[in-house]
Structure formats: structure tokens, C-alpha cells
């Protein structure tokens, strides 16, 4: 019973003996890496087996000479006092049951004689890549060859020597992996380096389109964003001036006013919860123009009197109002009041006008004021509706309704101007290789555009409703090829035919044309 014990445990011993020299004898294709590969005296030396986990037994030779030994290790190190300039360091590597695995040379340099890095950016093509493509790793503005190391996942993957790109296979990437590509020169200089993350094939869902409203937001609108077509839940990305804002989970969500400034450029994009880009649309908050307050100033008054007129004016964005105020076509005030004390000659008509702005839109007033020469009587006021032109009035029609060319206080009302209607208007026009058509649906109307040549990054295309007076604006990212579908949200009618201007603004391009749109 004995012997069979002995004989058991001998044959027990002996396979797991043959396994482990199978390993490492396996190993043994694996490449011995001394790094850094050129050193310098005052480089520490690090000597490990490329892609191998297991433990080795390290001898390092120093000219020829036994000069350190590590046993049962993964890597070994040879510390920067240990070198000198000119030194040969060969490391040998040896699996714990003898099997050789391999060596490496390196040859020490003075400090200062490696070459330094040229300038050079790391890039992963392509940068937000698919679970079905290729990965490419290269240097911009780098000449020559480099070494360059894969992670994935944080664990090394693989090293090319002295190439100046690297790829990995498709297959070789799965659906979140992180793949990291660092880049080093020859000597061990690291140039720098650059992460990607797979995600999996990119589907647009054709019928979802994102909607914002309103519109034309100004800084006291809440924004409301929405997917025409979809009724699951998505998931809701808000960036403000292309920096993520928030994420919401569902079928709307909002952005209050409180977090917007007029200029803000919103993008709303979708997704599914799968990850599949859906859509996205973008706004622009709007300035909100100055609103007139109250305007006092005196009807008339005699020679030798004190002219004093004021007004005021408010701003929903809040910004610093610029005040002037004009006499008879004269600059009088840089403030919101002004005081003149008439004289003996002063007597006349004059107009008043009261301005307020905010740097980018302005509200008027106009007032009249009589001064009388002294001992005449002041004139009555002006009635406005009496059909009687009065001092002070520009028109009288009978009655105080505005809207009708003559306004509530009796003065002509602007005739809008007449929209310029081009001679050949088409329902589809091509601006800057942007191919644009209108489409009308039961749900809504919308404009299409195709990009038919290479991509364009933000572009900025302006929509003009000549008949309504309106205008819509959007940013426009798109590839080549790619569709694009954008809601209007203009107020048409059924059944009938309006003309839209397109204006595309680009960094070195601008330019318009007329498109015609049946509802």
C-alpha cells in the first residue's frame, strides 16, 4: 500500500513537473525587453518578458560579468548608480526550472547625449470607433519611426518596434473596451499617448427627430426638449456651448431659465439605451431688447421756465442700459434726464427723443414739447381721435386705434417694408455642397438637408420666412452623405406656398439662395 502511495504522488509530481516546464518552454517565444532601450548613466534599467505575468529567474551581466541575480521575479531593475557611461548590460532570463526564455543588450550613454523627442501628438483612428473597425495609433508632426505600446483595458496588449503606425484588428475589440496607444522615440523617450472607448455600430433611428422649444428662446423661456416620433424612454444629453451640462432619462426634459445667458448655444442629443445616437438639435437664447418705461416731459411751458424731461426703461437680461436723450436733433444727455432752463428767444417747438439700449437693441420714445413766448398763454393739449391735426400730431383719422396707419396718439405708423421675392424660386437648392428641400408632414414641417461633398462642422444656417418676417437659426454638424431632417417651427398654413431663404455661414464661406416650400 505504501509503494502505491510513493508511486501516486511520484507520477503526480512528475505531471505537474511537464506542465510547468510546458509553460515554460511557451513562454520562451515571448520577447526579452530591457527598457529603456538607449539609456543614458542616469537611467534606471527594468528587464521583464513582454506579455508574460509569470515569475522568471533574472541574471544581469555588467561587461561580461555576473552582476546581479533575481530569482522567481516578473521584472528585475538595475538602479542608475549601478551604470556607467559606456557600460554593456546584458539580461538573461531563465524560466525557475532552467529553460531559457531569452536576452537583451543595451549599451549605456552619457547623460545628454540621447536625442530629445521631436513635437508630436499621439492620435487613435478612428477616434470614436465601432466594435467592426480597425484601430490605427500614429504620431502627428513626428518624422521617423517609434515604438509604440497597446493597453487594453489597462493591461498590455502588445509593442511594435521602430514603425512609425501600429493597428489593432477588429476582432480583436469588443463593445466597452478602453484601448490605450502610448508612443515612445527609441531611446525611450515617451512622446505621449491617447485613449479610445468601443461602443457598438452606430444605428440612427431615421424617425426621431429632437425638438426644442421654443424656438427662439430669450433668457426668461424654459427649455423643453422632446423626440418627434419616439415614444420609449431615451436618454437626454444637454450641452451648453458644447460643454455637458446634465443627462435626463426619459421621454422630455428641461433646462430653466434660471441656467441660461442670452448667446447661450443649447444641443440637445438623444440616445437609446443602448447607446444609439438618435438625434440632436441645437438654439441660440436670444437678447432681449430694452422695454420703454414711463416718459415725462411737459406738454408747454413760458419762456424762462425749466424744461425737465425724463424717462425709464428696463432689460429682462439684465444688462447695463445705455441712456441718451436728443432735443431737436442734438445730443443733450448721456442720462436717463435732462433739465433746461429756457430764456427770453427760446420759444419754439421741440422734439425730444429718449433712448435706452443694451449694446445690441434699443427702444425709443418721442416727445413735443411748446415753449411759449412769455405773456402768451399756453395752447391747449392736443386731441388725438377728433379728426383735427393738432400741434404735436402727425396724423388724425378719427379715432385712437393703432394698427390702421395712423397710431392711438395720432402719429403715422410705418408702413412694413414688401418682401424681395426672387424671379426663379426651387424647391430644392444646393448651398456650399448643402443640399436643401422642404418637407411637409402630418406632423409637422421640416427642412431637409443632405451634405453632398466632405464633412462640415459647425455651420450655421439661417432660416428666413419672408412672407411671416421671421427667422429661425440652427448649428450644423453633419458628414459626408449624411441626412439631416430640422423642424420648423415658423406658423404655416396648410395648403399653401411660402419662400424660406437659406443663409450658410461657415469659417471661409458665406453665401444664400431662396427655396419654395408647399404645405
Given at each position: 500500500m505504501k509503494k502505491i502511495a510513493v508511486f501516486a504522488i511520484i507520477v503526480i509530481m512528475t505531471a505537474l513537473?511537464?506542465?510547468?516546464?510546458?509553460?515554460?518552454?511557451?513562454?520562451?517565444?515571448?520577447?526579452?525587453?530591457?527598457?529603456?532601450?538607449?539609456?543614458?548613466?542616469?537611467?534606471?534599467?527594468?528587464?521583464?518578458?513582454?506579455?508574460?505575468?509569470?515569475?522568471?529567474?533574472?541574471?544581469?551581466?555588467?561587461?561580461?560579468?555576473?552582476?546581479?541575480?533575481?530569482?522567481?521575479?516578473?521584472?528585475?531593475?538595475?538602479?542608475?548608480?549601478?551604470?556607467?557611461?559606456?557600460?554593456?548590460?546584458?539580461?538573461?532570463?531563465?524560466?525557475?526550472?532552467?529553460?531559457?526564455?531569452?536576452?537583451?543588450?543595451?549599451?549605456?550613454?552619457?547623460?545628454?547625449?540621447?536625442?530629445?523627442?521631436?513635437?508630436?501628438?499621439?492620435?487613435?483612428?478612428?477616434?470614436?470607433?465601432?466594435?467592426?473597425?480597425?484601430?490605427?495609433?500614429?504620431i502627428q508632426g513626428f518624422t521617423g519611426d517609434a515604438d509604440f505600446t497597446w493597453l487594453q483595458n489597462g493591461n498590455e496588449f502588445k509593442t511594435d518596434y521602430g514603425v512609425?503606425?501600429?493597428?489593432?484588428?477588429?476582432?480583436?475589440?469588443?463593445?466597452?473596451?478602453?484601448?490605450?496607444?502610448?508612443?515612445?522615440?527609441p531611446f525611450g523617450n515617451?512622446?505621449?499617448?491617447?485613449?479610445?472607448?468601443?461602443?457598438?455600430?452606430?444605428?440612427?433611428?431615421a424617425s426621431g427627430t429632437v425638438i426644442i422649444t421654443p424656438s427662439h428662446p430669450y433668457t426668461n423661456d424654459t427649455l423643453t426638449g422632446s423626440v418627434l416620433g419616439i415614444t420609449e424612454s431615451l436618454d437626454l444629453y444637454w450641452y451648453k456651448n458644447n460643454q455637458e451640462f446634465k443627462i435626463d432619462y426619459g421621454a422630455t426634459t428641461t433646462i430653466n431659465p434660471s441656467d441660461t445667458t442670452k448667446h447661450d448655444v443649447w444641443t440637445l442629443k438623444a440616445y437609446t439605451?443602448?447607446?444609439?445616437?438618435?438625434?440632436?438639435?441645437?438654439?441660440?437664447?436670444?437678447?432681449?431688447?430694452?422695454?420703454?418705461?414711463?416718459?415725462?416731459?411737459?406738454?408747454?411751458?413760458?419762456?424762462?421756465q425749466s424744461l425737465d424731461v425724463s424717462f425709464s426703461a428696463t432689460d429682462l437680461d439684465n444688462d447695463a442700459l445705455i441712456y441718451n436723450i436728443y432735443r431737436n436733433g442734438q445730443l443733450v444727455a448721456l442720462t436717463?434726464?435732462?433739465?433746461?432752463?429756457?430764456?427770453?428767444?427760446?420759444?419754439?417747438?421741440?422734439?425730444?427723443?429718449?433712448?435706452?439700449?443694451?449694446?445690441?437693441?434699443?427702444?425709443?420714445a418721442t416727445r413735443t414739447v411748446i415753449v411759449n413766448p412769455i405773456g402768451t398763454p399756453p395752447p391747449t393739449a392736443p386731441v388725438c381721435g377728433n379728426s383735427v391735426i393738432e400741434t404735436?400730431?402727425?396724423?388724425?383719422?378719427?379715432?385712437?386705434?393703432?394698427?390702421?396707419?395712423?397710431?392711438?396718439?395720432?402719429?403715422?405708423?410705418?408702413?412694413?417694408?414688401?418682401p424681395v421675392i426672387p424671379p426663379t424660386p426651387s424647391k430644392k437648392i444646393t448651398i456650399y455642397n448643402l443640399e436643401f428641400s422642404a418637407v411637409s408632414m402630418p406632423e409637422g414641417n421640416y427642412l431637409k438637408i443632405r451634405n453632398t461633398a466632405h464633412k462640415i462642422d459647425n455651420a450655421k444656417i439661417r432660416i428666413y420666412a419672408t412672407e411671416?418676417?421671421?427667422?429661425?437659426?440652427?448649428?450644423?454638424?453633419?458628414?459626408?452623405?449624411?441626412?439631416?431632417?430640422?423642424?420648423?417651427?415658423?406658423?404655416?398654413?396648410n395648403n399653401d406656398i411660402y419662400l424660406l431663404k437659406i443663409n450658410v455661414i461657415s469659417d471661409n464661406f458665406d453665401g444664400s439662395d431662396y427655396l419654395l416650400m408647399e404645405t
Open positions: 513537473a511537464g506542465a510547468v516546464i510546458y509553460s515554460s518552454v511557451a513562454n520562451a517565444a515571448n520577447a526579452v525587453i530591457i527598457n529603456p532601450s538607449n539609456p543614458s548613466d542616469n537611467d534606471g534599467l527594468v528587464c521583464y518578458v513582454a506579455g508574460s505575468a509569470d515569475i522568471f529567474d533574472v541574471f544581469w551581466y555588467q561587461n561580461g560579468q555576473e552582476a546581479q541575480v533575481d530569482y522567481g521575479v516578473s521584472q528585475s531593475t538595475i538602479t542608475a548608480a549601478q551604470t556607467n557611461a559606456g557600460d554593456e548590460w546584458k539580461c538573461d532570463v531563465y524560466s525557475p526550472f532552467g529553460n531559457k526564455v531569452g536576452e537583451a543588450i543595451v549599451n549605456i550613454a552619457a547623460a545628454g547625449s540621447t536625442p530629445q523627442p521631436a513635437n508630436g501628438t499621439v492620435i487613435i483612428t478612428p477616434a470614436s470607433p465601432f466594435d467592426n473597425e480597425t484601430l490605427s495609433c500614429s512609425n503606425q501600429t493597428t489593432i484588428a477588429a476582432s480583436q475589440t469588443s463593445q466597452g473596451d478602453i484601448w490605450k496607444c502610448s508612443a515612445y522615440t515617451k512622446i505621449g499617448d491617447a485613449s479610445v472607448t468601443i461602443t457598438v455600430e452606430n444605428t440612427s433611428v439605451p443602448f447607446g444609439s445616437f438618435v438625434n440632436q438639435a441645437s438654439v441660440e437664447i436670444l437678447n432681449t431688447a430694452p422695454v420703454m418705461g414711463t416718459v415725462s416731459s411737459p406738454v408747454s411751458l413760458n419762456e424762462g436717463n434726464s435732462s433739465s433746461w432752463v429756457t430764456a427770453v428767444g427760446d420759444a419754439g417747438t421741440y422734439t425730444y427723443i429718449f433712448n435706452a439700449s443694451d449694446g445690441e437693441a434699443s427702444v425709443t404735436g400730431e402727425t396724423c388724425d383719422d378719427g379715432n385712437t386705434a393703432s394698427g390702421d396707419s395712423c397710431s392711438s396718439t395720432c402719429q403715422i405708423e410705418p408702413t412694413p417694408p414688401t411671416l418676417n421671421s427667422v429661425e437659426s440652427l448649428s450644423l454638424n453633419v458628414d459626408k452623405n449624411e441626412v439631416k431632417l430640422y423642424p420648423l417651427n415658423f406658423d404655416l398654413k
